[in-house]
């Protein structure tokens, strides 16, 4: 698979070489970064292989994609400039012109955060795991160890739907099902992510939204400790937010996890930002996913897209995401 991505990147790179206008190179960019370009085609590929190698060829899979983008850059930076050339020569001849600009579109920046989450786990060595938006009571909170009347249900505050038997079905809260589903799905050793989008009636103010995104993660596998975790957690941390950046855990409480914690972020400048939550998978939940907590343990963890958006991004409203002001949308 590595001989393949290598033959990927330099037909990418000569097909970027042999275009002429930026109106083919953007044409490009879909067929070459695109949901269905074959990059993105050979990740869902990394859940057939061994763990190991799952981590070098996601890691190789990441570092690809990037010398295509940085290709695509450099080309786009050489064509616009050769335009500009031709266009302001074509403006001497006639200064009454009026000249035209032409909006391009691009990923909102909910996405771009989503998208480089996705590759940084990708390249740790994680798959991509996705599950239903409408989910069944008993995936979204009896096999999370959440059985009815538990105080932790009445938290999330959730959105019924009108099918099957009162109260049996919802759109999900957390995208923690997809952990259960996995796990009845495959046998372990276990290591993904679920990105998705979740709901919740929250009202919408500077910080919540009755509609957001979330990413999980997962690990089953044999002789994992809290260690593990911590050490996951750090290695998440310097990768996507780059030097200067460190993790902490905190003892907290969560019906799916034992022990749990939540995790802070320290910034360049010291202070601390809580981030999300995680701990050792429940031997409860384990057991609802089919799994022998005797012989298998594992750990979860989750947090925000949009919050982390917000963080790289500089925005300190979280319904500026989705005004659809295209004046605040053009920034990123």
Not at 94 to 114: C, F, K, M, N, R
Not at 241 to 254: A, K, M
Request: aromatic content about 8%.
């Amino acid at each position: 698979m590595l001989d393949d991505l290598k033959k990927l990147e330099s037909e990418a790179v000569e097909h970027i070489d042999s275009t002429t206008t930026t109106t083919e190179l953007n044409a490009l960019s879909a067929s070459l970064l695109g949901k269905s370009a074959p990059i993105n085609a050979a990740k869902k590929q990394l859940g057939s292989l061994e763990p190991e190698q799952r981590k070098d060829v996601g890691r190789a899979l990441n570092e690809t994609r990037n010398r295509i983008v940085t290709a695509m850059e450099d080309k786009r930076a050489l064509l616009a400039a050769a335009e500009r050339r031709v266009q302001l020569e074509a403006e001497q001849l006639d200064l009454t012109e009026v000249p035209t600009t032409t909006s391009i579109g691009h990923a909102h920046i909910v996405t771009q955060a989503w998208e480089a989450l996705e590759d940084t786990f990708i390249g740790m060595g994680y798959r991509v795991a996705e599950g239903p938006e409408v989910e069944t009571d008993w995936h979204n909170f009896d096999a999370l160890n959440i059985p009815p009347g538990h105080p932790a249900r009445d938290g999330f505050d959730s959105m019924y739907v009108d099918y099957g038997k009162t109260g049996s079905t919802l759109l999900r809260t957390h995208t923690s099902p997809v952990q259960i589903r996995t796990m009845l799905d495959q046998d372990p050793p276990i290591y993904i992510v679920a990105p998705g989008r979740v709901y919740r009636r929250d009202t919408a103010d500077a910080t919540h939204m009755p509609v957001f995104h979330q990413i999980e993660g997962l690990v089953i596998d044999k002789g994992i400790s809290l260690a593990d975790l911590a050490g996951t957690i750090e290695a998440f941390t310097l990768n996507y937010f780059g030097p200067g950046f460190t993790s902490r855990l905190r003892p907290n409480y969560f019906p799916f996890t034992e022990p749990s914690a939540e995790f802070d972020i320290q910034r360049p400048d010291g202070s601390w930002l809580e981030l999300g939550g995680c701990g050792m998978v429940h031997p409860n939940v384990l057991r609802a996913g089919g799994i022998d907590p005797e012989e298998w343990t594992g750990f979860a963890f989750g947090f925000g897209i949009d919050r982390l958006a917000l963080m790289k991004f500089g925005v300190d409203d979280l319904r500026e995401l989705y005004n659809n002001d295209m004046r605040f949308l053009r920034q990123f």
